[in-house]
């Protein structure tokens, strides 16, 4: 997955670094359906907290993408970034 990742030339090294953890995560995780994600979001938080504390920026877009895809709506994503907020 890494070096698939260092192939991309129009990404940051944080956005890099994100889609690698978020990959990792959910390589270990079985096929959710979207009414899951607001919990699979939660326990990413929690098993990744001190490596996003890092990767905020590419937290927040990440979530805002998952928003604008219909995949998360906006009262979710508000839970999770009060969630991450008091973490």
Avoid: P, R
């Avoid at 959910?26 to 001190?50: A, M, P, R």
Wanted: with cysteine.
């Amino acid at each position: 997955t890494k070096l698939f990742l260092n192939e991309f030339a129009d990404c940051d090294n944080g956005e890099k670094d994100f889609m690698l953890l978020w990959n990792l995560f959910c390589l270990n995780k079985k096929v959710i359906s979207n009414s899951k994600l607001l919990d699979f979001c939660l326990e990413f938080i929690d098993l990744n907290f001190k490596n996003l504390l890092n990767l905020e920026y590419n937290f927040y877009l990440h979530l805002a993408n998952l928003c604008e895809n219909n995949l998360l709506n906006s009262q979710n994503v508000l839970f999770i970034l009060n969630y991450f907020e008091i973490k």
